[in-house]
């Protein structure tokens, strides 16, 4: 369900954390379901079990997850959940103008971009 890629420039708990984020915005995860074992998620994405755990310990700060000790780590809300509509639209719209402007650096047009995601939305 989680993906990384080595030998991406970005740092692996950066991708692990926007997988996992993905993961849940897009209905994969749900509110009270459990994530792997640290030991268990490290093992299959063949990364350090310290850059899962530091990835769980980030999200369950953010108040994403929530690790019931000798349970398991499980999904409590969805990120920004608590976050003001002010703050969601100015964090959205931010998002949405680096996407846009690293679409084009790469050659793709807005509307490129717009049918892109109707497409995946469809899925």
């Given at each position: 369900m989680f993906q990384v890629d080595a030998k991406h420039p970005t740092p692996l708990?950066?991708?692990l954390d926007r997988s996992i984020r993905f993961a849940i915005a897009t209905g994969k995860l749900g509110i009270g379901d459990q994530?792997?074992?640290v030991r268990q998620?490290?093992?299959d994405l063949r990364i350090n079990a310290n850059t899962v755990a530091k990835v769980y310990a980030e999200l369950e700060r953010s108040g994403v997850v929530e690790t019931?000790?000798?349970v398991g780590t499980f999904v409590t809300a969805r990120p920004n959940e608590a976050t003001s509509r002010r703050d969601r639209d100015r964090d959205?719209?931010?998002l949405a103008d680096h996407f846009i402007a690293q679409s084009h650096e790469r050659g793709f047009s807005i509307d490129d971009v717009i049918?892109?995601?109707e497409r995946r939305r469809r899925k």
């Open positions: 708990y950066h991708q994530l792997p074992t998620l490290a093992v019931r000790r000798g959205l719209r931010e049918e892109h995601l």
